[in-house]
């Protein structure tokens, strides 16, 4: 299988055309192209593999207003930035392998995890079920206290829908009224959440929500009552973010998707799901 992987990636290599084809036919779900502009579909070809819109005379081409445009270099390269990030290289080590400098590589691997933060497919839909809720403290290791409280740590919530997802969100803090409405904002009512002990969960109970906690001063499980699979999964962003020596806080949010979406992706084929990533239209908010 894997053999198969590798030679389906080199021969995207083979040409520069055949790797801006490769990205072309993610723009274009349909197969027919339409205006950015106004959605209208009577365009027509111009020089320069452009078009032309008849109803709005917009002038644009296959890549325009998406976010493989917002770094100028070849397909190719976009082709070996994508494997690159997928294996999780990081960007000083992709600056070296593709020739490019280190901030290119950067911007490159930045512009990777905007796409994965604005285009998250299913951040509409509420989950429902069984559902563990619990808060986390992401930071350098730091000299007193740790967990909860500990000083100059950023508190991210997260959720996990079992035998689903996990989406994970930096909570302004960790208050009931904070966690309540992230809580609400992404659970079903009526959906049977697990939580620890921890008072700012106690009000769950009285929004819709059957509320079992556990008590990690006894036990860490006992039957359907743990919140193990959103434990496993700060392990798993810890373990991967370790290895960037410290993300800022303007940017933190961005990895922190990146993890999210590497845990929920992690049985998928990477490489494709990141190619229709950064083959998107940019949200015009941004």
Known sequence: ????????????????????LYFRKRCWKSGHVFCNRCRSYKVYRIAGKRYRCQACKYTFHDFT???????????????????????????????????????????????????????????????????????SYFGGRRKGKRGRGAAAKVPVFGILERNGVVRVEVARNVSTQSLLEMTIKAVRRGSVVYTDRFKSYDTLMFCGYRHMRIDH????????????????????????????????????????????????????????????????PVPNLL
């Open 217 to 280: 001063g006894k036990r860490f499980s006992s039957g359907k009552l743990y919140i193990n699979g959103l434990e496993g999964f700060w392990s798993y962003a810890k373990q991967r973010l370790i290895k960037f020596h410290g993300v800022s806080k303007q940017k933190f949010p961005l990895y922190l998707k990146e993890m999210e979406f590497r845990y929920n992706n992690r049985r998928q084929d990477l490489f494709e799901l990141l190619a229709q990533k950064i083959t998107n």
């Open 1 to 20: 299988m894997c053999q198969v992987l590798v030679k389906g990636f080199e021969e995207l290599l083979r040409t520069e055309n055949r790797a801006r």
């Open 65 to 135: 207003g998406r976010w493989i445009n917002k770094l100028n270099c070849s397909f190719k390269t976009w082709l070996w930035l994508l494997k690159l990030f997928e294996l999780e290289v990081s960007a000083h080590q992709a600056a070296v392998q593709t020739g490019l400098s280190y901030p290119t590589a950067l911007k490159a691997f930045d512009i990777i995890r905007y796409a994965i933060l604005t285009s998250a497919d299913d951040a509409a839909q509420l989950l429902a079920g069984e559902i563990e809720l619990d808060e």
